[in-house]
């Protein structure tokens, strides 16, 4: 349904006499469904409570940022764009989608300031890929995590129009964090004074790409890309 229909009913639209086109909240009524496909405008109409722990694969756009495209990434099955407020509509079932997404796309994110804790305190253990972009809130994309390993299959990690971002890490983290990260980008992130600290940079043996756009402000200079050999 991702190309086909937008118009979901709100949430409790019956009571109010609405209730002409269909609810999510049908949804949960499919006990066997395994595959889902779904572009949702208004984070608002989506209730809390959905559950997705039973899906398999999924490509589920939430916000009126995201246009949609038939192209797939044969390399992912789960894929999860987001722009919403994250204090007003986190509810159980996006961080359940959360949990188990391996690309991830993340526009806004008002109330945000740091993307591992606020939105996932296990490390996004199947991330593959991820975009963070248009966050005027977010200081860092990991904050101190001690614990398990921070993005541990994460393979490509984007960021754009940080402006208040200082760190992509912020404290210590498990060694294995980011050990998979091939591909780096930035842009216009002017607050941001250096990728990573040494004792994360060293861990980062399959780092092959980087790229520095319009960062006019830090250390890392205006714009650069190299491949590193």
């Known amino acids: 349904m991702g190309n086909s229909f937008v118009q979901w009913e709100a949430d409790g639209a019956n009571s109010q006499g609405r ?12 006990s066997n469904l395994r595959a889902l496909h779904l572009h949702i405008q208004d984070a608002q109409v989506m209730p809390r409570d ?11 756009f939430i916000g009126d940022k995201w246009n949609w495209s038939s192209k797939y990434d044969l390399s992912t099955s789960r894929t999860l764009k987001l722009k919403i407020n994250a204090n007003n509509y986190l509810g159980h ?7 188990m997404t391996e ?18 305190e296990d490390g996004f253990p199947h991330l593959k890929h991820l975009l963070v972009q248009d966050g005027f809130e977010l200081l860092h994309i990991v904050n101190s995590f001690t614990g398990k390993p921070a993005f541990p299959e994460l393979e490509s990690l984007v960021v754009r129009h940080l402006i208040n971002l200082e760190k992509i890490c912020h404290g210590q983290f498990n060694v294995e964090s980011f050990s998979k990260l091939r591909i780096l980008k ?20 399959q780092l092959q790409e980087i790229e520095v756009i319009d960062c006019c402000f830090s250390k890392l200079g205006g714009v650069g890309a190299f491949t590193l050999g």
């Open 19 to 30: 209730g002409r086109n269909a609810s999510l909240r049908e949804l949960k009524q499919l």
């Open 50 to 60: 959905m559950f997705f722990e039973k899906l398999n694969s999924y490509k589920i």
């Open 93 to 99: 079932g996006v961080r359940t989608l959360l949990k």
């Open 103 to 120: 690309d991830l796309s993340l526009e806004g994110m008002n109330g945000v300031r740091n993307v591992l804790c606020e939105l996932h």
């Open 186 to 205: 930035i842009k216009k992130c002017d607050r941001l004074e250096y990728l990573f600290a040494s004792f994360v940079a060293k861990n980062l043996t």
